[in-house]
Structure formats: structure tokens, C-alpha cells
């Protein structure tokens, strides 16, 4: 971060050089990309003038593949880096299990202040638009124990990176609304909320109220608030791998289909998206259970977001007696869940840096490169697919439209150093030049444009 604590911008006319990583865009073919109010003017094949033009502002990219920016569908702004941080050092993992993980938040959670809270905030929102993240959907808790305070910094961070990254905030109930003492007054802190100009997405999570009714009033709750608001809708869901039990997600169709034409119109028609978040319970689904939640999903047109990381540091730990040789994991298939069933879905990071996630980085194509041993996705198309997951898809779950490298679209990219053997540099002479290498080993060194400027933080 620059010591003015704000990301700088430096204006580009023209990407000069560069070679684009999308479909229907040839990789070994230099491309000069030009750019008019923040939007993409025109592409046209490299020309060695625009280098020399001193009435442009030109990027010199011979040495880079630019692709689409990145984006975040699906972090928690709040509870990032605890782990890191001084202020929470006495919070030790001891366990590892998901009990563990709500006390020790809950524990931090009764200290944040606004200094941490904007302390940590800002290395993830700078750490992830140095990876090229140019887009986010930020879940900050709103409840009875830190009232409005996580709102009120992410408001503050998503003004000062206003010009360098979309924030969409996301006011979310980790804690039960309708179960236990504080129920009543996690849902009032909830309803005002979501009355805020900045807040844009409304979040909750059913699972941990204390029985089936509770969870079924969570659900119907927030699909009522949401669609009244007019704010996209977000919940982490079915988060176990029991079979015995149903999943929440067919509750959560039934309420969607159960609303007027009109009005499930009216919701969808700005773009506003309905996420389903973790479902682990879905990977013990049969062929018939994924066929019906194929035409409910795309009949009424919601997302799911696989959340790798987490998923599969929390899921199904043996117990003390088993000796720890069978340990099952579940995470959404999501690559499986697009080819095969037409589902729509991405994947995200999560948590980072703390007890649901202690290991990770800011980085979501980390997460896709991961994807292609937890997926099992090595094919070319795979990899395409992946790096769709964290940019593309991941922008249209969360309510954008993506076209990318299209005439008039937002100039939001990506650069990576292809390295090579002119490089100079002994450790960066093994080139990429093609999508699958970028995914396969994610180069580290980058440059991100958003809406036209380059982005340094």
C-alpha cells in the first residue's frame, strides 16, 4: 500500500502489445487495446506507433497476456487476518473444528474496533486487487454483537477504493435470527441494515438456528426482505456432509417458485441474483437429485458458489477413536455442476486467515488453479471453465454482466509477465503463453486495470 494508505491510478489510452487470454482470441496474435471513458474503444492487431504515439498514454504490454479481471463472489471482509493480528494473537486454533471456529470469532468479534477492523480490511481489499480483483462481494456481520460496526467500516473502505475496486456489500447474519436470546435482535439489526444506500445484498445463514421451524423462518425471512428491498439475496447453506438430513436448498426453490411471476420478475430483471453459498450436502446428491435441481436452478435462475478452501478444512473430521485414516471432504462440483447439469455457479475464497480458514490468500486464482487437482480438470476447456469460475461467472453471480474483450465493456483486465528466456532474470525464464500455464502456475508478477487506469496499491 502506497503511504498515503490509498491505491494510486495512473489513466491508460492504449494496452499496447498485449495478448489476450479469452475465447475466440488467439494467443500467439499481439493486440493494442484501446481505451475511451473508462471503456473499451477499439482492438486492433499490435502496431509498433502506438509505442511511439506522445499524444496517448500508452501501457507497454509486449511482454504480457492480459485476460479478464478477477473477482471475489464470495469473501468475508470483517473476519479476514485474525490470525495475523496482534490485537487476536491470543486466539488460538486448539481444536480446528467448526464449534471452535463461531467461538473464537465470536470472541474477536466482541473487540473489533474500527482501527482493526479497517487495518485488516485494507490489506485484503489491496492484497486481492494486486492479484487482479477489480470486483468483490464483502459479507459483513451485522447482530447484537457488533451492531453496525463492520457496516460502517466496510462503508468507509468501499469509499476509499471507490476508484480502484467495486465493493458490493453484502449485510449478513452469521448469527441466528429467529433462535436463542438474540434472535429477535439480530433480525431487527438485520432489517435496518439492509435500509442502508451501501448496502446492496442481504445474507444469512439458516443453518445455525437451533431446529427445522427456526431454520424454515430464517429462509422465508430473508427471500421476503430481500425481494421487498430489491437487493440481491445470498445464503450459506446446507454447510454438512450427513446424509440423513434434507438439504435447506429445495426449501429455498419451493420459496422462489412460490412467489408471483410478477413480482420474481420484477427481483431478476436489475440483475439481482439469489446465491446459494457452501451446500457441501449436495455432493452425496444421486443422478435424479441433480436433474431436479438442474430445471429448478435454471427455471428460476439462481447460482451456486463453491468455497473449496473452507469446505474442505471444515468438512467431516474423523473422530478421536476412528485413528484419522478415512477423512470425507465435500466440496460443490462446480465444473461438473455447469457442463453437465447447466448449472450456473463459480468459485470463491471465502475466509481467509482465520479459524474457518486459516490457510489461503487473497488470490482466487489460486483457488481455480487448486480446482484443477480437487476437480480433476486438466483439459484445455477445463481450464478455460476454471478461470471463468473466478472472473466471468463469478461477476454474473453477484449480479454484473460480463462480455468480456467486447467493444463498450468497462476496461477491467488482468496483466500477467509472460517471463521468457529475455527476461533477465534466471527464476522467470520459463515463459507462459497460454491460459492453461497461467492456471496451472499462477505467475505472481501483475497489473490491473480498472475502468481504464492502472491500479498499484
Excluded at 355 to 361: D, H, K, Q, R, V
Aim: net charge negative; charged share 25%; aromatic share 8%.
Amino acid at each position: 500500500m502506497a503511504e498515503d494508505d490509498s491505491p494510486h491510478f495512473k489513466k491508460i489510452d492504449v494496452i499496447s502489445g498485449a495478448r489476450i487470454l479469452s475465447k475466440g482470441w488467439d494467443p500467439e496474435v499481439q493486440y493494442d487495446i484501446h481505451i475511451e471513458d473508462s471503456n473499451i474503444k477499439n482492438i486492433v492487431s499490435h502496431s509498433l506507433n502506438a509505442i511511439s504515439s506522445t499524444s496517448t498514454k500508452v501501457l507497454d504490454t509486449r511482454k504480457c497476456l492480459i485476460a479478464p479481471s478477477l473477482c471475489h463472489a464470495h469473501i468475508h471482509l470483517d473476519k479476514c487476518f485474525l490470525l495475523s493480528d496482534h490485537k487476536f494473537a491470543d486466539l488460538e486454533i486448539v481444536k480446528g473444528d467448526f464449534a471452535e471456529a463461531i467461538e473464537i470469532t465470536s470472541e474477536a468479534k466482541a473487540r473489533f474496533r474500527r482501527d482493526d477492523l479497517l487495518r485488516r480490511g485494507k490489506w485484503l481489499i489491496a492484497e486481492s486487487i494486486a492479484a487482479g480483483v477489480t470486483h468483490m462481494r464483502a459479507f459483513v456481520e451485522v447482530d447484537h454483537i457488533v451492531h453496525m460496526k463492520c457496516l460502517d467500516a466496510a462503508i468507509e473502505l468501499k469509499k476509499q477504493f471507490a476508484a480502484a475496486c467495486e465493493i458490493q456489500i453484502c449485510a449478513f447474519a452469521q448469527e441466528p435470527i429467529y433462535s436463542g436470546t438474540h434472535g429477535a435482535a439480530n433480525r431487527e439489526l438485520m432489517g435496518a441494515a439492509i435500509f442502508n444506500e451501501h448496502v446492496s445484498v442481504l445474507g444469512t445463514t439458516p443453518y445455525v438456528e437451533d431446529d427445522e421451524e427456526n431454520t424454515k423462518k430464517n429462509i422465508k425471512w430473508a427471500i421476503k426482505v430481500a425481494s421487498d428491498s430489491n437487493v440481491h439475496l445470498d445464503f450459506h447453506l446446507d454447510y454438512n456432509l450427513d446424509g440423513s438430513r434434507d438439504t435447506w436448498t429445495n426449501l429455498v426453490a419451493k420459496q422462489l417458485e412460490s412467489m408471483s411471476l410478477l413480482r420474481r420478475h420484477q427481483w431478476s430483471s436489475e440483475n439481482k441474483t439469489v446465491v446459494l453459498g457452501h451446500c457441501t450436502r449436495l455432493t452425496l446428491h444421486t443422478e435424479p437429485d441433480w436433474q431436479a435441481l438442474s430445471q429448478s436452478a435454471q427455471n428460476l435462475n439462481f447460482y451456486f458458489v463453491g468455497l473449496p478452501t473452507s469446505d474442505l478444512y471444515m468438512m467431516d473430521r474423523p473422530h478421536d477413536h476412528e485413528g484419522g485414516g478415512e477423512r470425507f471432504r465435500g466440496t460443490l462440483q462446480i465444473p461438473q455442476m455447469i457442463q453437465k447439469y447447466g448449472i450456473q455457479g463459480a468459485i470463491a475464497i471465502n475466509n481467509v486467515g482465520n479459524a474457518f480458514t486459516p490457510y489461503g490468500s487473497c488470490d482466487p486464482l489460486n483457488i481455480a488453479s487448486m480446482g484443477v487437482g480437487l476437480y480433476q480438470a486438466g483439459k484445455k476447456q477445463d481450464a478455460q471453465l476454471l478461470y471463468e469460475c473466478v472472473s466471468g461467472r463469478a461477476l454474473e453471480s453477484i449480479g454484473y454482466t460480463s462480455r468480456p474483450f467486447a467493444i463498450g465493456e468497462p476496461a477491467n483486465f488482468v496483466l500477467f509477465d509472460m517471463g521468457g528466456p529475455k527476461s533477465g532474470l534466471l527464476s522467470s525464464q520459463r515463459g507462459r503463453k497460454t491460459l492453461q500455464e497461467v492456471l496451472y502456475d499462477p505467475p505472481k508478477r501483475r497489473m490491473t486495470i480498472f475502468k481504464g487506469h492502472l491500479i498499484t496499491t
